[in-house]
């Protein structure tokens, strides 16, 4: 988790449990939330200086404090914030006289969907008024970098608005002989045209004003100051100068060899357009869209299995094999298309406007193109087959990085689902191709549910403080046709349709054969297992554990299931129910994501927990952020001193292991230390 990606709310309620519900309702939502409470001008003041919150939520009816006030605190603060009203009831004067006092949405307390939606809208504008700050900080730097190459260009190099000069560079007075740039401010560029083809160059302007493109060149007779002319070759390219629209114009007075251009677009392995250009021809294709162009898209295409693929074949022979790939793909799309290199082993091909069966038609005839031919790679030959994943291109995805996240991601799609096929993500037809794609992890999950298709994994969990034993977290991974599939992919799926329960009981009861294997080894092991909410609701679990423990007759091993905290506040009595029986028959219990709520060892009254897991967010870059540090330390302390463990996932790196050391932290859990592996079958099937 990126601390981006984690929004930090001020809560002015002053009811903490109220101020929790909507935590947790944002959490539920898919929202990481870092909160804050205040309950008074004075401690909104040190609120805003220590968390530094993008959103702040105002329940009005807090005595004390009205809207108008905290409004005004919060503009005297100099930040950008928006702050956003919570109400019991709605009607159009409270609307109006929190809007008047500076309220940026009004939220529904009993409407989680309508909070959720107001919270994720404002805090999408917020990022873009930042990132607008950002791009015009960057803009400022860019203008003042273009005018000092501009200044230092040996090219004559001109802006023209309406036909009338208003910028040029030194270099421009020195060609056509002007001293002074008073000289040239204002004048028509075409007074610099020779007489015979002025009125040529009159109607290629008039053109590109309304927005054509502009030609690569033209080759024509200028005219100095002094009357004399001389051959130039002339590059267009609209711009804008100081907010207004204009064309940058260049004079050449020797023209650049188009050959050694295009060699410099190429890439030398496939002699295919290199990255750069192909980038270049994906921006303007995003651009074309912009202005209204219907029916392109861009795709990305792969070799399958390219890694083995080399592997089998010496990576001495990869670039010849990859080339005679591109040439066979370059060979099956259109005159009008164009294909050039992305990556080592991705091709980029920006199609012309055609219909959506028209675009089906010509992916399917490239793949085949490949699939039906034989390529020699040294001694060998070999059949390859490629997956193709791509985006139509219209107004409502116009920027290049959406149009490649989102070819990219049909790209993996259609790899997990076993490569050698075509996904193109279509904007407009997004929800059949969500409901196409639901059907078909479902039909996955509930295929390895029945044939025994998911997999245990185990990431180390890492004692700081000398504990006895070996400490693992359980994962899970679900075959698929490429190889094991993350649980990010299927679970959203399962849990959508009520098979979480059955996952979580696989899960656990493998989990507890294998803890029964390494004791016959003589190994004392601890393992961590996630329980869903949804499985904790069944009433039989309880009992269905129990069994499997007494079956497994472990002696020295333990089981710990772990549940987040917000999932644990959202339905506290069954959760307490189950968690007391639970430890009742000797198993133990760890709260996740532990100290994202606002009060979260009142938490520990009601739950009885052995281990807490500290919330993931508090370690992004925990070395530059001493506040985290504090955080950390002071859950240690309160959880040391009733008893329980404290373990830091997600650790990034071996300055935050030494800070979490300092803190007092049990155990650290991340890829850095180790990433998960597979549990061997053996290890977890029957005993």
């Not at 996630?530 to 679990?541: G, M, S």
């Amino acid at each position: 988790m990126k601390h981006d990606n984690v929004i930090k709310i001020l809560f002015i309620e002053d009811s903490v449990e109220d101020a929790e519900l909507l935590i947790n309702n944002l959490r539920n939502g898919g929202i990481a939330v870092r909160p804050a409470r205040a309950t008074s001008l004075d401690e909104l003041q040190s609120s805003l200086d220590e968390l530094v919150p993008d959103l702040v939520m105002l329940n009005p009816a807090i005595a004390g404090m009205n809207a108008t006030d905290v409004a005004r605190q919060l503009d005297a603060s100099g930040r950008d914030l928006a702050l956003l009203a919570v109400v019991d009831t709605l009607n159009d004067n409270i609307v109006a006289d929190l809007f008047a006092s500076g309220a940026r949405g009004v939220l529904l307390r009993s409407r989680p969907d309508q909070v959720l939606a107001v919270v994720q809208r404002e805090f999408e504008s917020l990022s873009t008024r930042r990132q607008v700050r950002k791009l015009e900080t960057s803009l400022r730097e860019s203008d003042r970098r273009c005018d000092a190459l501009l200044d230092s260009s040996r090219d004559a190099i001109a802006y023209v608005h309406e036909g009338m000069h208003v910028r040029v560079n030194q270099a421009y007075l020195e060609t056509f002989g002007f001293e002074n740039l008073d000289d040239i401010l204002g004048l028509p560029i075409l007074d610099l045209i020779a007489s015979g083809q002025a009125d040529e160059f009159k109607a290629l302007l008039r053109g590109l004003s309304r927005g054509d493109k502009p030609p690569s060149h033209i080759d024509l007779q200028a005219r100095r100051d002094d009357g004399n002319t001389f051959k130039a070759r002339v590059e267009f390219a609209h711009a804008t100068f100081e907010n207004e629209p204009c064309l940058q114009i260049i004079f050449r007075q020797q023209a650049v060899d188009p050959a050694l251009v295009a060699q410099l677009q190429r890439d030398p392995v496939t002699g295919l357009f290199n990255r750069a250009r192909t980038l270049a021809c994906i921006d303007e294709a995003v651009a074309a869209a912009a202005g209204g162009q219907d029916g392109q898209a861009v795709l990305l295409v792969e070799p399958d299995n390219w890694k083995d693929l080399v592997g089998s074949i010496g990576i001495g022979q990869a670039d010849s094999l990859f080339a005679a790939i591109a040439a066979k793909v370059s060979d099956a799309i259109d005159e009008d298309d164009i294909v050039g290199v992305l990556g080592d082993h991705t091709l980029g091909i920006i199609l012309s406007p055609r219909n959506d069966l028209e675009h089906a038609a010509l992916t399917e005839r490239l793949r085949a193109a490949v699939a039906e031919s034989i390529f020699d790679a040294g001694t060998r030959s070999v059949t390859i087959t490629l997956t193709v994943g791509g985006t139509l291109l219209a107004e409502k995805n116009a920027k290049t990085e959406t149009v490649l996240d989102q070819a990219g991601t049909a790209l993996r799609s259609a790899q997990n689902q076993g490569g050698n096929r075509s996904e193109i993500h279509d904007p407009s037809a997004r929800e059949k191709a969500d409901a196409e794609r639901e059907q078909y992890w479902l039909d996955l999950v509930r295929q390895a549910l029945d044939s025994d298709g998911l997999r245990l994994y185990h990431q180390q969990i890492i004692s700081l403080q000398d504990a006895s034993g070996e400490f693992y977290e359980i994962l899970v991974r679900m075959r698929g046709p490429k190889g094991d599939v993350l649980p990010s992919y299927f679970l959203p799926v399962a849990e959508r349709n009520g098979l979480l329960p059955a996952i979580d009981r696989w899960v656990l009861g493998h989990a507890i054969d294998a803890l029964a294997h390494r004791e016959k080894d003589g190994l004392t092991t601890t393992y961590f297992v996630k329980v869903t909410l949804q499985a904790i609701q069944e009433p039989d679990l309880l009992v269905w554990l129990q069994r499997r423990l007494e079956t497994a007759r472990l002696r020295r091993s333990t089981l710990v299931i772990e549940m987040p905290e917000s999932k644990v506040l959202t339905s506290l009595r069954p959760v307490q129910e189950f968690v007391a029986g639970w430890r009742k028959a000797g198993g133990k219990f760890a709260l996740e994501q532990f100290g994202s709520g606002l009060n979260s060892f009142q938490l520990l009254t009601h739950v009885e927990a052995d281990f807490l897991k500290i919330d993931r967010s508090f370690m992004t870059d925990l070395p530059q952020h001493p506040e985290n540090q504090k955080k950390i330390a002071e859950i240690c302390k309160e959880g040391h001193a009733s008893g329980k463990q404290t373990v830091a996932e997600w650790v990034e790196d071996a300055a935050s292991t030494s800070l979490l050391f300092a803190c007092g932290v049990d155990f650290v859990q991340g890829n850095f230390l180790q990433e998960p592996a597979k549990v061997l079958a053996e290890e977890y099937s029957a005993v």
